[in-house]
């Protein structure tokens, strides 16, 4: 009964943030004032705000209150890398399956970034590659931030956040779960040379190219994870 309870005051609290236009930082009602508002005991009222601060829906401050939180795709990295990995274990294809949703979300965008991103963007991306391949010379391998980088770079020119946190939560959902599989280590010139690839059609305007591109870096990470 009191799980029903708190579900409930759950859905009025997202209402109550609906309803009244709330965003990241703003302020909610105290908890004296939610409870008279729903009519829920204060435990009641306590389970819902800390599982919807579970969800980065809010944020509880103590000794300050309780405010709107940043709503962040956090807890479905999390669900998402912690599934893929208990089904990588249990010899399930889900690691592939992952790369395989990246794979077609970032190769289907090539057509919409070809010939739209500016001298800026492309200077950006040069400079990411740049350091791929001053990050193998020193360091044997690519820093992940440098990779995660990389692809922010490149989808942050569509101008759409949702479509950028997205990949970027599915990026990093793939490397916490590729981080716990055995597979044969990634090849980090290679790797520079692909992203490298992917920029040159860029620059060039060339959609299919970039497409190819992102179709052959796939390849190489679907190849090495084979390998394990």
Known sequence: M???VADDAQQKI???????????????????????????????LREALKSLQAMHIIEIRRGFGTYIGSMSLEPLIDGLAFR?????????DSLLELLQL??????????????NLDDEDLAALDGLVRRMHEEVAEQGAIAAATDRAFHLALYGSLDNRLLSELLDAFWSAFHQSR????GQAADGS???????????????????????????????????????
């Open 2 to 4: 009191r799980a029903l």
């Open 14 to 44: 997202k209402a109550l943030i609906v309803e009244r236009g709330l965003g990241p930082g703003d302020p909610l009602p105290t908890e004296t004032e939610l409870m008279a508002m729903f009519g829920v005991s204060r435990n009641s």
């Open 84 to 92: 893929t990995v208990v089904g990588h274990r249990r010899g399930q």
């Open 102 to 115: 990246r794979e077609a979300l970032e190769a289907g965008l090539m057509s919409s970034l070809a010939g």
């Open 179 to 182: 981080a716990q599989d055995t």
């Open 190 to 228: 290679e790797l520079a040379r692909t992203h490298g690839r992917i920029v040159d059609a860029l620059h060039a305007g060339d959609a299919e190219a970039a497409t190819a591109a992102v179709h052959q870096h796939f390849d190489d990470i679907r190849g090495r994870l084979s390998n394990r």
